[in-house]
């Protein structure tokens, strides 16, 4: 049987995808983390969800020797899905180096060791974040990138730099680059979903937060030049994004890319604003959510939304999960959390 290795496996996608990896494939599949932004933990919430089972390896990807050590033993590589990156805006501008080091030095050795093993099926998250400040709406591939706000973006945009530099050298390595929009939501089972290890800063887990009193949500801003004064994003469930990843691995295995480095957006394609994500969560979980308007946050984009076009034509990719659903599963995962606290 192929092996397909998944880096960042216990993190918030990327348990997402290995329970789609499991349920809708039939490949070994195989999860590297070194829990710096999850727990083991998750590895038992996917159990409980799939029946099949899947190998663990702990594992610092910046740790090049044991990088090359651990995977080596493996056999039958077929591909690699690379999520394994931290992701915090905020804490990318209070240690960018730290950002570098782990998100591309990470990257820099995975590449080192597909080469090494002639491993040439890879798919890496990338971020919606690579735009900057898009310069055109809905975004396309094509829209052109501008600086990044953030060293986080900037990461990102260096790995998929990294990634097509290295394919131009290698004309065997095919990959895929997903640029996710706004991911959130839960397994719909409420049984999977973002662990909170840190504080978030992301609006749907502060939501939920909030409901429960465990945070306090302020809306940052109210008077922006959009359909209702809020900001607007392309939120998008994040089992769709993990369904995007098994539909991008049959791509490049099926030899069905157009391109050696393929590149997709991924979201819904709707703007939706603050306001609508919270008057969705009102009427998913059935009470009103106390929050306050503050003032702008900093580095904010106005709007920003997909043209996912390309995704639903080239990997038949189509979304299944509304912004209710979105919601809903979020709300379902807080409770469980909230019954399951010791
Ligand atoms: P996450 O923090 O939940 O998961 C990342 C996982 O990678 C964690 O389990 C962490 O422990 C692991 N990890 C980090 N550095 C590692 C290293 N050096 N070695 C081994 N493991 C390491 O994040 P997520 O939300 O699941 O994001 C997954 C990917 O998607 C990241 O690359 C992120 O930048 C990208 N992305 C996320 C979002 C989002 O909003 N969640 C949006 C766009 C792109
Ligand atoms: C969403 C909306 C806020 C918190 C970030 C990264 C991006 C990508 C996705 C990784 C915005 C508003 C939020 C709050 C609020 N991640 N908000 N009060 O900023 O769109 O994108 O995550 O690649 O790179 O930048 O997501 O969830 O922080 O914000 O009003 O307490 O919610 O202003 O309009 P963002 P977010």
Redesign the pocket.
Known sequence: MQTIIV????????SHTLVELLNKTDFDVVS???????TKSNYDRIKKITSRPFKTIE????DEKNLFKELSALSSIAGII??????SVPDSMKDPLLYYH??NS?LLNLLKFAHAQNINHFIF?????VYGNATELPVTEQTPMTKAISA?GHT?QMGEEMIDFFSRSLPAFQSVVLR?F??VGAHMSGLLG?YPISKPN?LVPIITQTAVGKNSLSVFGNDYDTKDGYCIRDYIHVSDIADAHVKALNYLLDKKNKEQVSLFNLGTGEGVSVLEAIKSFERVSGQKLAYKIGPRREGDVIAVYANNTLAKKELHWLPEYSLDDMMLSAWKWQQHLEATAS
Do not use: R
């Open positions: 880096t960042g496996g216990a993190g918030y996608i990327g590297v983390d070194n829990f710096s932004n999850s594992l610092d990807l910046c690379h999520f394994a990156a931290f992701k782990n998100n990470s998250s990338s971020s919606c974040s986080y990102k996710y706004n991911p973002e992301n």
